[in-house]
């Protein structure tokens, strides 16, 4: 009898996650990705690689801190890239946005005016010397163009109320601080336009970018803009690691941010024989987190790898589903500052009638496994505003003091925009 061999079949390949796929637990609905985004696999898998070589950076001569030191320098290079950092901005790696924007308050040449609106995140709120100036929230993004002109007219006007004097030139330096797009609503704010103000008027800007940078490209160059800060944590790299990316020159005449090891080119013998480091360094004393920037320039780089175009669209029409369904239930307000059809990311704000937003939020997770944000979001001017304004609006004066706001991004379905939506009709 003849026998005839058959090979067994190939295995077949593992399947291979997409890079941009996000962790999760399995039947948890993760709709508070403006606190903080899920991990991304690509940074898991970047932190799990490195773990082995884990080591010291900037201090050591072996195999394993000379590759961590690679690993952090080409991270800053690779984040920097991302975000459109210029060839002479400096890449300095922080905690968070709230971290970096304190780092650059740290560093504003003396008599510095900061310009704020009053709907800024409390981390581009709190951080400025006093004296800042604070714009009311503008009811559209050509009002906030029209009323940073005027208050940087005013502040430039010799002789004025401003810091400009006769024969100053443009003075002393003024730094406006604006938001991308706001972490209440997701309305995104005209930065650009805002930069070709601040420099008309010799003034220099800085952007919080935290909600902005996960949903759309942030190019510092292209904006023209001379700041701007990120959070890893809403980047899908939850490991501890922000950036301020800008101008080198306040940076590097300012005292560190933090005073120590690393920061320093030279420590003498006497109290205060010191010579700072020039560069990011300066403002990095200590061991710096590795795998936050590891992490951190991963994401970035599958991003960058990304058909942004496809991820902004899908997202797009998630978020219309969602505030089309809100806008179907009678007992639910939406927050804005803008109008309705103002360009926006992710991110929608509201407030169930005659329901307080705590308890909502907790029946939601309780209930449905769904998770959202409830309260005032670190914006507290803001939030109230919207509140008062809604009630108007709406002519109703059941709505509670708080809030609650979903947030989506990579990994969220119609399915979890259509559990929430039920969830809340059958909350009324």
Not at 12 to 30: I, K, M
Not at 204 to 220: E, W
Request: net charge neutral; proline share 8%; aromatic share 4%.
């Amino acid at each position: 009898m003849t026998v005839t061999l058959v090979p067994p079949p190939a295995p077949r390949p593992p399947a291979v996650a997409a890079p941009l796929d996000v962790l999760g637990v399995p039947g948890q609905v993760n709709l508070d990705y403006a606190a903080t985004a899920p991990c991304a696999r690509v940074a898991a898998d970047a932190v799990a690689e490195l773990l082995p070589w884990y080591a010291s950076v900037h201090r050591g001569a072996g195999a394993l801190s000379r590759r961590c030191t690679l690993a952090y320098e080409r991270a800053r290079q690779t984040v920097g890239d991302f975000l459109g950092a210029r060839a002479e901005d400096h890449v300095v790696f922080a905690r968070n946005t709230t971290d970096a924007l304190n780092l650059l308050a740290r560093a504003l040449p003396a008599g510095t005016t900061v310009v704020t609106f009053g709907g800024e995140h409390h981390a581009n709120l709190l951080p400025w010397p006093r004296g800042s100036v604070r714009l009311p929230v503008p009811g559209d993004p050509a009002g906030a163009v029209r009323a940073l002109d005027a208050a940087l007219g005013e502040l430039r006007r010799p002789g004025g109320s401003g810091p400009a004097r006769p024969g100053a030139g443009h003075g002393p330096p003024v730094l406006v601080a604006v938001t991308a797009a706001s972490n209440v609503t997701g309305e995104r704010w005209p930065v650009a336009e805002l930069a070709r103000v601040a420099r008309r008027h010799g003034a220099r800007i800085a952007v919080d970018a935290a909600q902005l940078a996960p949903h759309a490209p942030v190019d510092v160059a292209a904006l023209d803009v001379d700041y701007l800060a990120v959070s890893g944590h809403k980047l899908y790299a939850p490991f501890g690691a922000g950036v301020l990316v800008g101008r080198a020159d306040w940076l590097d005449a300012a005292p560190p941010y933090l005073a120590g090891g690393g920061a320093t080119s030279h420590v003498g013998a006497a109290t205060h024989d010191v010579r700072w480091a020039a560069g990011p360094a300066r403002h990095e004393a200590g061991t710096p987190n590795l795998l936050g920037a590891v992490a951190l320039a991963a994401v970035c780089a599958a991003l960058a790898d990304a058909d942004r175009a496809a991820l902004h669209d899908a997202e797009q029409a998630l978020l219309t589903r969602l505030r089309e369904g809100i806008a179907a239930l009678p007992h639910v307000l939406e927050l804005r500052t803008f109008g309705p059809a103002a360009p926006r990311v992710g991110i929608v704000s509201f407030v169930v009638a005659g329901r307080d937003s705590a308890e909502v939020a907790a029946e939601l997770a309780a209930t449905y496994d769904i998770g959202v944000r409830d309260g005032l979001f670190c914006a507290h001017p803001l939030v109230r505003r919207l509140l008062g304004e809604a009630a108007a609006r709406s002519g109703r004066r059941d709505l509670p003091p708080t809030a609650l706001r979903a947030s989506i991004g990579l990994g969220s379905t119609t399915g979890h925009v259509d559990r929430l939506l039920a969830a809340l009709a059958a909350l009324a």
